[in-house]
């Protein structure tokens, strides 16, 4: 994630020339491409909280430029719906009457997208 996000945009920057406004820069031109999820996007955010609290921490810098900025919310069912593409017709068709053996069986987890290193 650090090399796939924080890296291009960050990585020649010394980290104490990093600023909230960039940081919030980040998060908007994340959430405007439209590529990442709200969760994805606070978890670019969340790492690089991280890594600056530890340079804060060391007397590195003096402020974590991560402090003050707004992240969307967290959608639980944008997250659900990925790991469980057919989730909603089976809560309906549950809810609605007796879930149908065939729908109950098809409702599974996707594989998980797991970069190896």
């Not at 924080?6 to 406004?21: A, C, K």
């Not at 908007?28 to 969340?46: I, P």
């Not at 609290?53 to 944008?78: H, K």
């Amino acid at each position: 994630m650090v090399r796939n996000y924080l890296l291009p945009r960050f990585g020649e920057w010394p980290l104490s020339s990093i600023q909230t406004s960039e940081v919030k820069a980040m998060v908007s031109e994340e959430l405007a491409e439209g590529r990442h999820s709200n969760s994805a996007v606070r978890h670019h955010f969340a790492v690089l909280s991280v890594i600056s609290a530890a340079a804060v921490a060391d007397g590195l810098i003096a402020r974590n430029p991560c402090a003050g900025v707004g992240l969307p919310p967290e959608d639980s069912r944008e997250m659900l719906g990925g790991l469980f593409p057919r989730l909603d017709e089976a809560i309906a068709e549950g809810l609605g009457g007796p879930l149908r053996e065939s729908l109950a069986a098809s409702v599974r987890p996707e594989p998980a997208d797991v970069v190896r290193r």
